[in-house]
Every structure is written in C-alpha cells, then in structure tokens.
C-alpha cells in the first residue's frame, strides 16, 4: 500500500475519532483498520505467500450513519482493500443506504432500504469487511469466497426487511433485489479460463434470508439463497461467445453462543449453469460446501478456535478427474482443511489474531495469485497473522 495514502487515511481516521465527540447525538462515525499477513509452504494466498511473508490483505474502513427522522436513517462506509492480486488496491463505496422504516408495531417492524446494499447470505457476508466481527481471519473459504468477495457482499438495488419478536423467539426477513458489483478479471477467469478478454456483467439479482434467534442470540438458525446471473460480453475477434453463467447457493445456517463455548456449522449446496460459450460445451454442476468450527473464550480477552471445512466444486466428480483430462492438475476441484486459531483482544479497541491451516486440494486458490495451475501443490500449510484497530 501507498505509505503516503495510509499516512492521510490514518490522519483521518483519528481526526474523525477527535471530533465524534462533537459531533450531534444523531451522527454516529466509526472506523477500522486491519492488516493481514500470510506464509504459506506452498501455493500463494494474497499475494506471494509462499516460502515468504506477504503482507497482501489491507482493509481500510470509515462509516457514517445520520438519522434525520424517527424513521430514516443515512448511512455509508468508504473501503479501501488491497488483497493480492485479485484486488490490488483501491477505495470505493462499501455501501450506501437509506433506511426507512415504514411500520413499528410493539413486536417488531417492517422497512426497506435503498442504495447501495449488503447482501444477506450466511452468518457472515454482511459484516464480513469488520474484522472484529468475524470469527477468524480467514472465513470458510468454501462458502465465503475472498476470490469473488466483490460479487457477493454488495448490490446496487433495494430490500424489504421484517422483524418480528415472540415469546420464543425472535424472527428476522430479508429479501433484496440489485445488481452486483464484481471484479470481473479473477471471476472470468475462474469461471472460464485466463485467456478470455470479455468481461461479466451481473443481471438484476435476487437475495433472500429468513433467521430465528432465540435467547438474544444464544441459538441462531438462519437460511440463505441468491439468484445471480453474469453475462459474458465478447470483445472483437473474442474465441468466446456471448454466454452466460447462473449461480444459485442456497445456504443452511446454525450457531450456538455460550458465556464460553460457541459452536457453529453451515452448509451450501449451490447449483451452477454455464451456457452458450463458443468451444464451452454447456455445464451444468452442483457444489457443495460445508463447516463445523468450535470456539473456547479462557478469559474475556482470549478465545481459541478450531474449524474443519470441505469443498467439492462438483458433486459429480469430487475428486477431479474431469480437470485431469484436461491437463490440469485434480486437486483444483477439490479442498478440505483443518485450522487452529487465537484470538487477543487487547483492549476493546486493538485486536491481534494468528492462526494455522492444514489443507488438502487448492479449489478456492484465486487464479490472479496462482497463474499456472498445473503447479499448484494439493498439500499445503498456510499461516495467517492479523493485527486490528477499531474506533
């Protein structure tokens, strides 16, 4: 990252942070930085991790939210993220929104929202930027993927949402509709092949949750599910065709959060489509992904974690034979790990995490990291270390 930019940024998040207190009670900013670093025995994770130290994950944020009525509020949050080669550095809207709460009743309320949004998926998508509230450096790559990560946590549309509280319970909808964003290189290149020159676009996307919470969130159950199309647009003299590509993840969700345990597990089971790409036969395959992960919190301060995660790009062909026919190594098809975690919070403010990964199988590798392939290794270790500050 530029110095002098993290230089201004840093300014301006502490000056931010002189002048909160200033500032009207309805006018709330907020702000975090989080630098990543990763070794890796063999492959590269967010830039060249391996055999070496890459400091290639950096993630700058300010958000700021107004609430100039009892029933709207103003919120948006600028990013800055710099992750390898698949983002190699830039800022931009994270999210910008109104939110208008159209009905309040004494169990619960009905409102939609506009803008730029966060799209709901899983139990982490849409505060997956915040380091402090994810469970580990790395989530579930299976299901969270970094390498399409701009696909999937904003859209430029808008949602309904509801809120219900019972006696056993409380319940929460979400449904939203908006086109979105991506980073179309390392997407056209997983999808298809690094040769390609087009580009995707997304069509209008549709993304559904339903959640119960119990106990203020001692148990959480939710359920998932996203319709999203890209539509390949060919430059002149292209090899491809104008096809297209739809994906469809539906997503089962369950969480348990003790004064000192916690337990979580999630399972994705996506269907996937490919069409009308010229020398592409048309392909149609299911995904499946899954974790289970359990946390220890020793002291308020300390928490140690531990996951196992699997993922089969096809069901039909888990161990990857269909790759090997074509040259390229099997174990792109395929990825199961194990990860041991500690997290410190050192103040409520600065938080410093590290762990370590054993893993079998490279299929979420990004492409723009990993450019040939054929000389990824199926057998790796990867160790991540994270420091964190928040205001």
Partial sequence: MNSKFLVLTLGLMMSAMSQADFLPEDIYIHGYLTQDFFHSSDNNVNGHSDDGISPGRTEIGLNISYQPFDHLTLSAQGLYRRAGDVDKGSVR????????????????????????????????????????????????????????????????????????????????????????????????????????????????????????????????????????????????????????????????????????????????????????FRFFPESRTVSESWFVQASYRFIPQLQGIVRYETLSMSIADRSGNLASRVGLPNHIAYSESWMAGLRWDITSCWMLRTEYHRIHGTAWLSQSDNQNRAATHENWDLYVLQLSYRF
């Fill in 93 to 276: 809207l994270d999210y910008g929104l109104a939110d208008w709460s159209l009905f309040n009743y004494p169990e619960g309320q009905i409102g939609i929202r506009g803008g730029r949004i966060k799209i709901p998926f899983g139990l982490y998508n849409d505060t997956r930027d915040v380091a402090f509230t994810n469970p580990t450096i790395l989530l579930p790559q299976g299901i969270y993927f970094d390498r399409s990560r701009s696909l999937l946590t904003s859209a430029d549309g808008g949602a309904l949402y509801a809120q219900h509280h019972t006696p056993w319970g409380n319940f929460s909808f979400k449904f939203n509709v908006g086109f979105p964003l991506g980073n179309h290189e390392e997407i056209r290149a997983t999808l298809l092949t690094p040769a390609a020159q087009g580009t995707f676009k997304a069509n209008l996307a549709a993304a559904t949750q339903l959640k119960y919470e119990s106990n203020t969130g001692e148990y959480v159950f939710a359920v998932s599910y996203m319709d999203l199309k890209l539509k390949y647009h060919p430059v002149a003299n292209d090899f491809l065709s104008s096809g297209y590509t739809t994906i469809r993840p539906l997503l089962f969700s369950a969480q348990y959060n003790g004064e000192r345990l916690g337990l979580t597990a999630e399972y994705l089971y996506r269907w996937n489509h490919s069409k009308n």
